[in-house]
T-cell receptor
Framework: DAKTTQPNSMESNEEEPVHLPCNHS???????IHWYRQLPSQGPEYVIH???SNVNNRMASLAIAEDRKSSTLILHRATLRDAAVYYCILRDSGGSNYKLTFGKGTLLTVNP | EAGVAQSPRYKIIEKRQSVAFWCNPI?????LYWYQQILGQGPKLLIQFQNNGVVDDSQLPKDRFSAERLKGVDSTLKIQPAKLEDSAVYLC????????????FGSGTRLTVV
């Protein structure tokens, strides 16, 4: 599985935007970029995914670099409930089982 | 829609004892996954089912772990005998199909082996 690199931790203030970076320099053409987050004492939660174009949904936006070697998850206005571990995962759409392989993720702290 | 149900929520056992975890996926979800999450790490896939067949169990310690998904709906994961290093949260997830797009996870079972 292709690997991703994320900062161990980041800090933000409430109601400010948050940009969570992810590097994936060995991404292949069939890899989708997925983001999940895990709130304390809960299982991971799907946030967003994309292939080449930027994506928006009600939770967040995903900005993908033109060469696809990096991406950024954008939370437009952080709230205290956004404090979680955020995982950036590459998922091969050309494989046979499409499994998700998690790294350590980025621990996001949101200050009031 | 109802989420992925897991039970028990917590379990404490002594080493060498056996334990079983239960998972009921979202109705209609053909693909079911069991993950192990050790404190401070990301979840690690143990086994993946497609309906009642195993797709991937390459990281399942088969000398002590077993899992089944009879009738392609709910699933059980068993550890026998447990070791101290099995202390972790065991997460179940499901998806409509292997290609997703997204998995839905349960809240997990926190196992402590003493």
């Amino acid at each position: 599985d292709a690997k991703t690199t994320q900062p161990n931790s980041m800090e933000s203030n409430e109601e400010e935007p948050v940009h969570l970076p992810c590097n994936h320099s060995t991404i292949s053409g069939t890899d989708y970029i997925h983001w999940y987050r895990q709130l304390p004492s809960q299982g991971p939660e799907y946030v967003i995914h994309g292939l080449t174009s930027n994506v928006n949904n009600r939770m967040a936006s995903l900005a993908i670099a033109e060469d696809r070697k990096s991406s950024t998850l954008i939370l437009h206005r952080a709230t205290l409930r956004d404090a979680a571990v955020y995982y950036c995962i590459l998922r091969d759409s050309g494989g046979s089982n499409y499994k998700l392989t998690f790294g350590k993720g980025t621990l996001l702290t949101v200050n009031p | 829609e109802a989420g992925v149900a897991q039970s028990p929520r917590y379990k404490i056992i002594e080493k060498r004892q056996s334990v079983a975890f239960w998972c009921n996926p979202i109705s209609g979800h053909a693909t079911l996954y069991w993950y192990q999450q050790i404190l401070g790490q990301g979840p690690k896939l143990l086994i993946q089912f497609q309906n009642n067949g195993v797709v991937d169990d390459s990281q399942l310690p088969k000398d002590r772990f077993s899992a089944e998904r009879l009738k392609g709906v709910d699933s059980t994961l068993k550890i026998q005998p447990a070791k101290l290093e099995d202390s972790a949260v065991y997460l179940c997830a499901s998806s409509l199909a292997p290609q997703g797009p997204g998995y839905t996870f349960g809240s997990g079972t926190r196992l402590t082996v003493v």
